[in-house]
């Protein structure tokens, strides 16, 4: 039981360290810019503590509810998020940038329902894979229904157009239902069938094939789409081991884009150096390594693919993002969880975190 409190209690101040670092950097990233464009350079700041505030509401709701409640709903909660999915490409429902159709505009602050989404897949594959028990690795009784579902949720994303998250929702998916009990040739079945539609969505799209391109040479147009990536290197390769100093960064004065939202890692890299960003990989790391703790010693096959899928998703975009800083792998718009600033992925994934506790005090109670 003493374990298992502890396992929570660091969990928690990990994420609250995380959060910390991310409200100092968002305004040191962002203060010149936001005065440039609004004139108020705490901007980006006060939104993103509107966020923090939200995000960390429905992380108590979350920790507090019964956790078979979560279960009971599990269908209504990916009903509602489907139907998110389906509004926001309406228009004049959803708010279209730059050509994307994500968001909700709710007052102040703008909600993406494919954030939804991400958690609530993850609590009806949780459900889907404790109901079927050893019918999972049957194809048409266990395997198919979760594709379907899964199918449907990944084909509303892609009509946004989000292929980083369609692909983050697979990914996390396809690992619930491995540990599960999916049985390997079903899932690289779908793997394989996934190869020419991957090929479609990159291939036959001018703005992906730039992103690809940059990825394998940024200087062939340094000026244009390999711009932004070789900005990144330059941010971390100027911070050294101990960084230039807190809010010293040059980066971030309009040659950075996104130096705020999915590039902060490079700002921190700039301001802190080394030092600096083995200390954001090694934070996540213990929060790895303390959720994992929790995956492994629930009791309850839904409460551990729960608190899987939460580990696994919120892992693999810190992958991707400090991934894609790095020139590791093409630029794509996953923000650093609890770091980058807010909006919809911040709430969720201070939701999600509730969720986890959530887990571990069940755990805590049973043992």
């Given at each position: 039981?003493?374990?298992?409190?502890?396992?929570?209690?660091?969990?928690?101040?990990?994420?609250?360290?995380?959060?910390?670092?991310?409200?100092?950097?968002?305004?040191?990233?962002?203060?010149?810019?936001?005065?440039?464009?609004?004139?108020?350079?705490?901007?980006?700041?006060?939104?993103?503590?509107?966020y923090?505030?939200?995000?960390?509401?429905?992380?108590?709701?979350?920790?507090?509810?019964?956790?078979r409640?979560?279960?009971?709903?599990?269908?209504?909660?990916?009903?509602?998020?489907i139907?998110?999915?389906?509004?926001?490409?309406?228009?004049?429902?959803?708010?279209?940038?730059?050509?994307?159709?994500?968001?909700?505009?709710l007052?102040?602050?703008?909600?993406?329902p494919?954030?939804?989404?991400?958690?609530?897949?993850?609590i009806?594959?949780?459900?889907l894979?404790?109901?079927?028990?050893?019918?999972?690795?049957?194809?048409?009784?266990g395997?198919?229904?979760?594709?379907?579902?899964?199918?449907?949720?990944?084909?509303?994303?892609?009509?946004?157009?989000?292929?980083?998250?369609?692909?983050?929702?697979?990914?996390?998916?396809f690992?619930?239902?491995?540990?599960g009990?999916?049985?390997?040739?079903?899932?690289?079945?779908?793997?394989?069938?996934?190869?020419?539609?991957?090929?479609?969505?990159?291939?036959?799209?001018?703005?992906?094939m730039?992103?690809?391109?940059a990825?394998?040479?940024?200087?062939?147009?340094?000026?244009?789409?390999g711009?932004q990536?070789?900005?990144s290197?330059?941010?971390?390769g100027?911070?050294?081991?101990?960084?230039v100093?807190?809010?010293?960064?040059?980066?971030?004065?309009?040659?950075?884009?996104?130096?705020?939202?999915?590039?902060?890692?490079?700002i921190i890299?700039?301001?802190?150096?080394f030092l600096?960003?083995?200390?954001?990989?090694a934070?996540?790391?213990?929060?790895v390594?303390?959720?994992?703790?929790?995956?492994?010693?629930?009791?309850?096959?839904?409460?551990?693919?729960?608190s899987?899928?939460?580990?696994?998703?919120?892992?693999?975009e810190?992958?991707?993002?400090?991934?894609?800083?790095?020139?590791?792998?093409?630029?794509?718009?996953?923000p650093?969880?609890?770091?980058?600033?807010?909006?919809?992925?911040?709430?969720?994934?201070?939701?999600?975190?509730?969720?986890?506790?959530?887990?571990?005090?069940?755990?805590?109670?049973?043992?």
């Amino acid at each position: 039981m003493i374990e298992m409190r502890n396992v929570r209690t660091n969990i928690f101040m990990v994420t609250f360290v995380l959060v910390c670092i991310g409200v100092v950097m968002i305004y040191s990233a962002s203060a010149i810019y936001a005065y440039s464009n609004t004139g108020d350079s705490l901007y980006f700041l006060k939104r993103h503590l509107l966020y923090l505030l939200i995000g960390y509401a429905l992380m108590f709701a979350a920790m507090s509810v019964d956790i078979r409640d979560i279960r009971k709903y599990a269908k209504p909660i990916l009903g509602v998020s489907i139907l998110l999915l389906v509004l926001v490409l309406i228009p004049h429902i959803g708010k279209e940038i730059s050509g994307a159709k994500r968001w909700f505009k709710l007052g102040p602050i703008n909600f993406q329902p494919s954030e939804f989404a991400k958690i609530a897949i993850i609590i009806y594959m949780a459900d889907l894979i404790t109901r079927k028990g050893n019918r999972m690795k049957e194809f048409f009784f266990g395997y198919l229904p979760a594709i379907i579902v899964l199918g449907a949720v990944v084909g509303l994303v892609l009509l946004e157009p989000d292929l980083g998250t369609a692909v983050t929702i697979s990914v996390i998916t396809f690992i619930m239902l491995f540990v599960g009990g999916a049985r390997g040739i079903h899932i690289m079945i779908c793997f394989l069938a996934s190869i020419p539609a991957l090929y479609l969505l990159i291939f036959h799209s001018a703005y992906r094939m730039r992103r690809i391109l940059a990825f394998l040479n940024p200087w062939a147009d340094k000026r244009g789409v390999g711009f932004q990536i070789i900005q990144s290197f330059v941010a971390l390769g100027s911070g050294g081991l101990f960084g230039v100093g807190l809010g010293q960064s040059r980066q971030k004065l309009f040659y950075l884009p996104a130096s705020h939202t999915d590039f902060i890692f490079s700002i921190i890299g700039e301001e802190l150096g080394f030092l600096g960003t083995l200390s954001i990989v090694a934070l996540f790391t213990i929060f790895v390594w303390q959720g994992m703790r929790v995956v492994f010693k629930t009791v309850g096959m839904f409460e551990r693919m729960l608190s899987l899928g939460i580990v696994s998703i919120i892992a693999f975009e810190v992958i991707i993002n400090i991934g894609v800083t790095a020139g590791a792998f093409p630029t794509k718009g996953l923000p650093l969880p609890f770091i980058s600033y807010g909006g919809s992925g911040l709430i969720f994934h201070l939701m999600a975190i509730g969720l986890l506790l959530n887990v571990a005090k069940v755990c805590e109670t049973y043992r």
